[in-house]
């Protein structure tokens, strides 16, 4: 299993079109993206946020979480890191 880590920066004033573009857009995507077992994304603290995504490979991974795939109105990706998932508990 494999973790894409995405750290966020998020535009205050078009964070109700970030909202709607995650909900309507690209949740959906990447729920149907290939390998995708499950992902979580936290609340913007001081406009950062942060998001892990799990894959079966790390290819898949790696192309679900590519920055171009990620646009939505006010959002800037800032890095994305894939790891092999050590261990779970």
């Known amino acids: ?8 920066s998020f535009e205050a004033e078009l964070a109700p079109r970030a909202a709607a573009a995650f909900s309507d857009e690209l949740l959906p995507r990447v729920k149907q993206a290939d390998g995708f077992l499950g992902g979580y ?7 950062e946020g942060l998001g892990l995504i799990l ?10 979480s590519s920055p171009e795939l990620w646009k939505a109105p006010g959002v800037t990706v800032q890095s994305v890191n894939v790891s092999r998932v050590a261990a779970t508990a």
């Open 41 to 47: 994304w936290l609340d913007p603290s001081a406009g």
């Open 55 to 64: 894959f079966e490979e790390e290819e898949q991974a790696r192309q679900a």
């Open 1 to 8: 299993m494999y973790a894409a880590v995405m750290r966020l």
